[in-house]
């Protein structure tokens, strides 16, 4: 059975930083796309970067230069590096797999993925 957990949210203040590990087990990391997603309360569910199975990254443009995607592949883990943190950046980000590709453009979009982890919220005050 895949599973996915999330670690490394919390609080910050504008400005800072966080890094996101989402620990993998139960099938094969290295043949998968992952992506990290995020949620704001009252909002849907938004694509925020993902990484494919040839180790190719696409990002939202609401995170570009600031958000880095990246895997351990030896440690099953995906990360999320944010910097430059802003107020519009709090949400719960959860983690995703798909055995599946499928383009860029794709991999930034919740029908994509098969596995969800249970979330961590970043929360960043002004």
């Known amino acids: 059975q895949v599973q996915l957990a999330e670690s490394g949210g919390g609080s910050v203040q504008a400005g800072g930083s966080l890094r996101l590990p989402c620990v993998a087990s139960g099938y094969a990391y290295s043949h998968n796309c992952m992506g990290w997603f995020r949620q704001a309360q009252g909002k849907e569910r938004e694509g925020v970067a993902s990484?494919?199975?040839?180790?190719?990254?696409s990002y939202a443009d609401s995170v570009k230069g600031r958000f880095t995607i990246s895997q351990d592949t030896a440690k099953n883990t995906l990360y999320l590096q944010m910097n430059n943190l802003k107020p519009e950046d709090t949400a719960i980000y959860y983690c995703a797999a798909t055995p599946r590709t499928g383009g860029q453009w794709w991999l930034l979009k919740v029908p994509a993925y098969s596995y969800w982890g249970q979330g961590t919220q970043v929360t960043v005050s002004s």
């Open positions: 990484i494919d199975s040839d180790g190719s990254t």
